[in-house]
């Protein structure tokens, strides 16, 4: 999507360790005429699927999944994160490991909130190792429901995840594909729309 | 407004200790077409002031501040929680208690998101003790921003914070005003709008 592609190079910080910083429009500023540009996007992609639910992780893919939801007149959720595992019959949950944390933590949502009939459409800002997605894919595989498809804004290319995602079978719509970050220069990869 | 208490109503639940669960449509399943109305309302309410940016703090106001910021032609932004006060100089910073994890946490948001120049409508899903909003008003004043107003979707009017807030000055909108959980059963104060 060129628009987020040329927005990045605008407004996007290289920082050392492959950090990509869009923070200005992505997951603290949040500019929502971009996110309204990124949902039509994801809603021409996925217009053939029987969506039910937009589902994502707190807290930087919940205004992204509001307007997606929006534009697919269905409601968004999003899962909880917990820091300890603390095991209840209302929930489905899922463990992730942050690697940014060095550590474990818990995913959960509401059994009320996502059951069997729900086709669901996972969107997130980020994708890199993949963990935090696979924990959400892991939810709705517990509530025996389907997975649409997997909207991501930016995914980094040169990490697992998105190999990974794709080789499982996935049907995931990157808007921008970083194929790198080396001396803080952003190259990106042709993204999936 | 009507359609948000009824919506509470229908869907809401009593637990002990004067909690409201509204999880299934407002603060962990989202419904994005309430959350529209509810934007059209504040968009109503507040339309003399020449609001900058709509503002909140993570994680449950994300998607209400997200649609209120679509309906003004805005971005929004939120105010992330740390557990550690961790001073750096490129942050507002305020300290918030949270009364349900009993401790004290910090909140802050980037300088470069927020600056003299906006005027501020701050957005949040709940107010009871009025912590939360107090820190957020707090970054506000960090910044030499003004605060435009403030839009809530539930005020618990039988706790101290909404009678703070108004006798601070601040022109709060509240959709559903809770008179009384009393019994478990949800009894309602005349809404602002």
Excluded at 46 to 54: A, L, M, Q, T, Y
Excluded at 79 to 89: H, Q, R
């Amino acid at each position: 999507m060129k628009q987020l592609e040329e927005r990045i190079l605008a407004d996007g910080r290289v920082l050392p360790g492959n950090i990509l910083l869009v923070d200005s429009f992505l997951n603290q500023g949040l500019d929502v005429e971009l996110f309204d540009a990124m949902a039509e996007t994801w809603h021409r992609y996925f217009e053939d699927e029987p969506i039910s639910k937009v589902m994502t992780i707190e807290a930087s893919g919940i205004a992204i999944a509001a307007l997606v939801a929006r534009k697919f007149s269905v409601p968004a959720l999003f899962a909880k994160k917990y820091d300890t595992v603390n095991l209840t019959s209302d929930r489905h949950q899922s463990s992730v490991y942050s690697y940014t944390k060095r550590k474990e933590y818990s995913i959960a949502i509401s059994k009320r909130l996502l059951t069997e009939d729900d086709h669901v459409l996972i969107v997130d800002d980020f994708l890199a190792n993949g963990c935090a997605l696979r924990g959400l894919i892991d939810l709705v595989e517990s509530a025996q429901a389907s997975v649409a498809g997997i909207g991501i804004a930016i995914e980094k290319s040169f990490q697992e995840g998105p190999d990974l995602i794709r080789a499982a079978g996935f049907d995931l719509c990157s808007l921008a594909r970083i194929a790198s970050l080396e001396n803080s220069e952003i190259i990106f990869a042709p993204a999936d729309a």
